[in-house]
């Protein structure tokens, strides 16, 4: 299986601009099954008002820019993972879509906001649930949903191969995390990060780049720089993720003692 990640920097409500310039990197990358692009790809990042919603989150899954992606999916009979600013009644989601060869296959809404997201958008009501295109079974995080491991073993334990983690990251820690991710999980992971600085009423962030995916055995198997636009693919072997032997006695889901774990959901 061919899987790879698209770092690119959205310009904010743009999301036309942002979807040509996704759809024009797309058509140079080479074969792939699966590509990830970044957290609100349609629309940027840095919001100071809630009207800047309403002009670039779209209805799912009938917007133009899930439409666009799924005609993609569906021509090149490939799946595409991808963070976009959802409307859903009168509230705002930061969600992932995962579009396959039949089109829009579903949706996650981000659990876990980070900071002044939590000025905007409303938490998701998730789920953290595996769903499967072509025999491949994928879980979606964003962002900030990386520095809570308890997501991606859930996610684990729903059977994923692939974790598909769009992000708008700032904060330095996570691609080292993910190694973590991967390795405890026996899954492969990939974190698609922006890059860029954006400013908007006196915010400003700075977006680090270094998209990467990792293996069951912590391995990267490819990375991106930091300011940098490009699209990576390599080839894995998803068996790999199926087997959760560390050695011949120890099975990283079998041998949690959960008996143990009751404070987790206190």
């Known amino acids: 299986m061919k899987v790879g990640f698209l770092q690119f920097q959205p310009i904010f409500g743009q999301v036309e601009n942002n979807l040509e310039k996704i759809l024009k990197m797309i058509e140079k990358a080479s074969d792939f099954d699966l590509l ?26 009938t917007g133009l820019f899930t439409g666009k992606l799924a005609e993609i999916a569906q021509s090149r009979n490939v799946a595409i993972v991808c963070g976009i600013c959802e409307k859903s009644g009168d509230n705002f989601f930061n969600s992932s879509i995962l579009l396959g060869p039949t089109g829009f296959v579903g949706k996650y809404q981000k659990i876990h906001l980070f900071d002044r997201e939590k000025l905007f958008f409303k938490p998701g009501n998730g789920p953290l649930k595996s769903f499967e295109v072509k025999g491949v079974k994928i879980g979606m995080l964003i962002c900030f949903d ?16 692939i974790l598909a983690h769009s992000a ?46 990792t293996s069951p055995k912590m391995e990267i198997l490819a990375s991106a720089g930091t300011d940098t636009e490009e699209i990576k693919i390599v080839e894995i072997d998803i068996e790999l993720a199926r087997n959760k032997w560390l050695n011949e006695r120890n099975h990283v889901l079998m041998d949690r003692r959960s008996e143990f774990y009751s404070k987790l959901i206190e």
């Open 36 to 61: 990830v692009l970044p957290e609100l790809a349609n629309s940027g990042y840095v919001f100071s008002k809630k009207e800047e919603l309403e002009k670039t989150s779209e209805v799912l899954p």
């Open 146 to 161: 990386w520095i809570f491991p308890e997501a991606t073993r859930i996610l684990a334990l729903e059977g994923i191969d």
């Open 168 to 213: 708008n990251l700032v904060l330095p820690y996570s691609q080292t995390a993910m190694l973590a991710r991967s390795i405890e999980n026996r899954i492969f992971t990939i974190t698609s990060n922006r890059i860029g600085t954006e400013k908007n009423k006196g915010v400003e962030l700075t977006f680090t780049g270094q998209s990467q995916i």
